[in-house]
T-cell receptor, first 111, second 117 residues
Framework: EDQVTQSPEALRLQEGESSSLNCSYT??????LFWYRQDPGKGPEFLFT???AGEEKEKERLKATLTKKESFLHITAPKPEDSATYLC????????????FGKGTKLSVKP | GEEVAQTPKHLVRGEGQKAKLYCAPI?????VFWYQQVLKNEFKFLIS????????ETGMPKERFSAKCLPNSPCSLEIQATKLEDSAVYFC???????????????FGSGTQLSVL
């Protein structure tokens, strides 16, 4: 069964304290791995898509990496405005395009 | 429009009543997806459309849930005879292209919070 597990469930950082969020996946053929950010009361906002092991993508303080079993979202020198829930999702080759989501990591960055 | 518009933002129904949710996808997007988010972060895929045609309905509960995307109208998700466990946030998302196209990211609306009392 296709599955996505994110850890930790919650992460509290001080402003400027870099860290990483983990997304482990098992899927019958990976078509793509997606990272989204979700703020309270809002829908998920697209961050990155990764397609193959070894691929990396960067956007401001965020960097996403992908291996054959997991993805990491690295946050460098975070700011309070980076506080949100970060969701990982996979799209399987055998699917019709829908995403399988993990439960997310709730990130809080204190000034 | 440039964003996925979902209405209403909040919907309260008594158990057994009907609930109808609406979604206007981004103009030019051919694919619409419905997801149910329960217990804060658990997303469950319900159904997807390619224009007005059902693309994938593997996640749809067979009995009380139905959905449509008709030309020149918002898409809709209807729940007949709501139950307590239907309480959730229902998200609609759209994409320009569907499965098989590269870089087909989903754009999500802000969701409809359904509370069944």
């Amino acid at each position: 069964e296709d599955q996505v597990t994110q850890s930790p469930e919650a992460l509290r950082l001080q402003e400027g304290e870099s860290s990483s969020l983990n997304c482990s996946y098992t899927v019958s053929g990976l078509r793509g791995l997606f990272w989204y950010r979700q703020d309270p009361g809002k829908g998920p906002e697209f961050l990155f898509t990764l397609y193959s092991a070894g691929e990396e993508k960067e956007k401001e303080r965020l960097k996403a990496t992908l291996t054959k079993k997991e993805s990491f979202l690295h946050i460098t020198a975070p700011k309070p405005e980076d506080s949100a829930t970060y969701l990982c999702a996979v799209q399987a080759r055998g699917s019709q395009g829908n995403l399988i989501f993990g439960k997310g990591t709730k990130l809080s960055v204190k000034p | 429009g440039e964003e996925v518009a979902q209405t209403p933002k909040h919907l309260v129904r008594g158990e057994g009543q009907k609930a109808k949710l609406y979604c206007a996808p981004i103009k030019g997007h051919s694919y619409v997806f419905w997801y149910q988010q329960v217990l804060k972060n658990e997303f469950k895929f319900l159904i997807s459309f390619q224009n007005e045609n059902v693309f994938d309905e593997t996640g749809m509960p067979k009995e009380r849930f139905s959905a449509k995307c008709l030309p020149n109208s918002p898409c809709s998700l209807e729940i007949q005879a709501t139950k307590l466990e239907d309480s959730a946030v229902y998200f609609c998302a759209s994409s320009r292209r569907g499965y098989g196209a590269t870089n087909e990211k989903l754009f999500f609306g802000s969701g409809t919070q359904l509370s069944v009392l």
